[in-house]
């Protein structure tokens, strides 16, 4: 028979008895031994050993590489949406692909290290001809969300009085004992999500298990050395507002390790598109453009840095996700409204995600005065305004310049003459094109600066400028019920702001005459 090692999955599942087993050549490792020789080989291989996890490269992922090459139990702490859970089940893939277990013992054990008492009788019975079953690695992950009513009977085990009158035995044998998750992960990775959550005294509960590696349970005097990678994700809002984590658990956990948000739009995007559950009809009748994805990272960005958001809360990489299907859904609405068979994405639709928004940010008592809506709409006139400048010449400069006008003089005239547009929310494309071809200039000023976009595109840039005007208070947005109306800034003066206004750390900048609507509010 080949080496062990070198067995197919095929061939490892031939083997049924004990007696195979040894014949094999086959030796046991402990979990992080396992998880230790097989990140080596996927490391000396190149292999991407956390594959689907995108700006971690540099920070988290070597020092958890590093965590698991010294046998480290593990804290992922970080804000809500950094992908802790998902990181963790990602260490299924360091597994082996099967390992053997004792048929039918509920504790994974081990044909030549047997811990449970049926394990053991079981060998004492047959000897070498004990049936052998292969466990996949999918079952050898164990995972537990924190709640307060966990108990230690759910995580270490108590006695089962029904166990003990089916089988009529006293409380006094360990076979009436009903094992808890944790030893029935055995030789398996165990992870508990929002540690901060458990009940210190059910924290307690796991000194041991971390430090010596056995368990305790009340009335026995039984000793099981588990196996077991640990891993925990946790808040460190937890720390405060929940719950904390008590200090000699902390220190019995080796590795503690810190996720954060993806630090470029770039990262985020690629998370984003990954993460974001868009139907192959959607990806037919819907034409995305990189703009819209880049305002749909920059809202995520914008809250970060938020003063009506809390920051120790942080600003899931949900609402990323949540917002781009929701402007994708935005435009096959408008598409199936107009009873289109393709359309081309627009502002607008962005402008539609104010839902995904307002559920994903935790307020601050500054951003609760304003209301999640009007934040949420705060925080896309911001991401309008900075990526704004990536497309289109500095309004704020523009106004500056001495000896030459502005490049938006034209469309701020043809406002200026009392002219309005109506851009709706279900607008026709043909309508939509039709109510931007009547601003003279607009066209001009996208040409000019992206000669080599096809019309869709073009259109779309059009649409752009004009919120990015608004922001730049050289045009008013008005918004309606189903859409929004631009207009003159100053005949808008008392009427509702446009989009996005009302920032007081850009009232500084503004002209005289224009702070009088900056402190109204919608």
């Given at each position: 028979?080949?080496?062990?090692?070198?067995?197919?999955?095929d061939?490892l599942?031939?083997?049924?008895?004990?007696?195979?087993?040894?014949?094999?050549?086959?030796?046991?490792?402990?979990?992080k031994?396992?998880?230790?020789?097989?990140?080596i080989?996927?490391?000396?291989?190149?292999?991407?050993?956390?594959?689907?996890?995108?700006?971690?490269?540099?920070?988290?992922i070597?020092?958890?590489?590093r965590?698991?090459?010294?046998?480290?139990?593990?804290?992922?702490?970080?804000?809500?949406?950094?992908a802790?859970?998902?990181?963790?089940?990602?260490?299924?893939?360091?597994?082996?692909e099967?390992v053997?277990?004792?048929?039918?013992s509920?504790?994974?054990?081990?044909?030549?290290?047997?811990?449970?008492?049926f394990?053991?009788?079981?060998?004492?019975e047959?000897?070498?001809?004990?049936?052998?079953?292969?466990?996949?690695?999918?079952?050898?992950?164990?995972?537990?969300?924190a709640?307060?009513?966990?108990?230690?009977?759910?995580?270490?085990?108590?006695?089962?009085?029904?166990?003990?009158?089916?089988?009529?035995?006293?409380?006094?044998?360990?076979r009436?004992?009903?094992?808890?998750?944790?030893?029935?992960?055995?030789?398996?990775?165990?992870?508990i999500?929002?540690?901060?959550?458990?009940?210190?005294?059910?924290?307690?509960?796991?000194?041991?298990?971390l430090?010596?590696?056995?368990?305790?349970?009340?009335?026995?005097?039984?000793?099981?050395?588990?196996?077991?990678?640990?891993?925990?994700?946790?808040?460190?809002?937890?720390?405060?507002?929940?719950?904390?984590?008590?200090?000699?658990?902390?220190?019995?956990?080796?590795?503690?390790?810190?996720?954060?948000y993806?630090?470029?739009i770039?990262?985020?995007?690629?998370?984003?598109?990954?993460?974001?559950?868009?139907?192959?009809?959607?990806?037919?009748?819907?034409?995305?453009?990189?703009?819209?994805?880049?305002l749909?990272?920059?809202?995520?960005?914008?809250?970060?840095?938020?003063?009506?958001?809390?920051?120790k809360?942080?600003?899931?990489?949900?609402?990323?996700?949540?917002?781009?299907?929701?402007?994708?859904?935005?435009?096959?609405?408008?598409?199936?409204?107009?009873?289109?068979?393709?359309?081309?994405?627009?502002?607008?639709?962005?402008?539609?995600?104010?839902?995904?928004v307002?559920?994903?940010?935790?307020?601050?008592?500054?951003?609760?005065?304003?209301?999640?809506?009007?934040?949420?709409?705060?925080?896309?006139?911001?991401?309008?305004?900075?990526?704004?400048?990536?497309?289109?010449?500095?309004?704020?400069?523009?106004?500056?310049?001495?000896?030459?006008?502005?490049?938006y003089?034209?469309?701020?005239?043809?406002?200026?003459?009392?002219?309005t547009?109506?851009?709706?929310?279900?607008?026709?494309?043909?309508d939509?094109?039709?109510a931007?071809?009547q601003?003279?200039?607009?066209?001009?000023?996208?040409?000019e600066?992206?000669?080599?976009?096809?019309?869709?595109?073009?259109?779309?840039?059009?649409?752009?400028?004009?919120?990015?005007?608004?922001?730049?208070?050289?045009?008013?947005?008005?918004?309606?019920?189903?859409?929004?109306?631009?207009?003159?800034?100053?005949?808008?003066?008392?009427?509702?702001?446009?989009?996005?206004?009302?920032?007081?750390?850009?009232?500084?900048?503004?002209?005289?005459?224009?702070?009088?609507?900056?402190?109204r509010?919608?």
């Amino acid at each position: 028979m080949p080496a062990y090692d070198s067995l197919s999955a095929d061939q490892l599942q031939q083997i049924t008895t004990l007696k195979d087993l040894k014949k094999s050549g086959y030796q046991p490792r402990s979990v992080k031994t396992e998880l230790r020789d097989n990140l080596i080989k996927k490391l000396q291989s190149g292999e991407d050993v956390f594959p689907g996890i995108f700006g971690y490269e540099e920070t988290v992922i070597p020092e958890l590489q590093r965590a698991i090459l010294a046998g480290h139990h593990i804290n992922l702490l970080g804000l809500r949406g950094q992908a802790k859970t998902r990181i963790a089940r990602l260490l299924i893939g360091l597994l082996d692909e099967y390992v053997p277990v004792v048929a039918g013992s509920e504790l994974n054990d081990d044909p030549l290290q047997p811990l449970s008492v049926f394990a053991k009788n079981l060998l004492a019975e047959h000897g070498d001809d004990t049936p052998v079953a292969w466990l996949p690695r999918a079952d050898r992950y164990t995972e537990k969300l924190a709640t307060p009513d966990v108990s230690v009977a759910d995580l270490i085990g108590d006695a089962d009085p029904i166990k003990a009158a089916t089988l009529k035995l006293p409380y006094s044998d360990e076979r009436v004992i009903h094992f808890g998750l944790i030893p029935r992960a055995h030789r398996g990775i165990f992870v508990i999500n929002e540690l901060p959550d458990l009940q210190a005294r059910i924290q307690v509960s796991l000194f041991n298990i971390l430090q010596e590696g056995d368990i305790q349970i009340r009335g026995f005097k039984v000793r099981l050395p588990l196996d077991l990678q640990f891993v925990f994700t946790a808040n460190p809002e937890d720390y405060t507002n929940r719950g904390s984590i008590v200090t000699p658990l902390k220190d019995r956990i080796d590795a503690q390790i810190i996720t954060h948000y993806p630090k470029s739009i770039e990262i985020g995007k690629r998370i984003t598109q990954q993460e974001a559950r868009i139907k192959p009809a959607q990806r037919g009748m819907v034409t995305l453009n990189d703009i819209v994805a880049d305002l749909v990272e920059q809202v995520a960005i914008e809250a970060r840095g938020s003063e009506f958001v809390d920051a120790k809360s942080g600003v899931s990489a949900r609402l990323t996700i949540s917002a781009f299907e929701q402007v994708v859904a935005g435009a096959e609405r408008r598409a199936l409204v107009n009873g289109e068979k393709n359309t081309y994405v627009r502002v607008s639709d962005f402008i539609t995600a104010v839902p995904a928004v307002t559920g994903k940010v935790e307020l601050v008592y500054e951003g609760e005065q304003e209301g999640a809506g009007i934040v949420a709409e705060k925080l896309m006139g911001k991401a309008i305004r900075t990526l704004f400048l990536n497309y289109f010449p500095d309004p704020d400069k523009a106004k500056k310049l001495k000896g030459r006008p502005s490049p938006y003089k034209t469309v701020q005239e043809w406002f200026g003459a009392g002219h309005t547009v109506d851009l709706l929310h279900d607008l026709s494309t043909k309508d939509y094109h039709t109510a931007l071809d009547q601003v003279p200039g607009l066209r001009d000023i996208v040409t000019e600066l992206h000669p080599n976009e096809d019309a869709e595109a073009t259109y779309f840039l059009m649409e752009f400028l004009l919120h990015g005007l608004s922001e730049y208070s050289l045009i008013s947005r008005n918004r309606l019920t189903a859409g929004a109306q631009f207009k003159d800034l100053l005949s808008s003066m008392f009427t509702m702001p446009s989009f996005g206004e009302g920032d007081e750390d850009d009232e500084d900048e503004d002209d005289e005459d224009e702070k009088p609507q900056r402190g109204r509010r919608r």
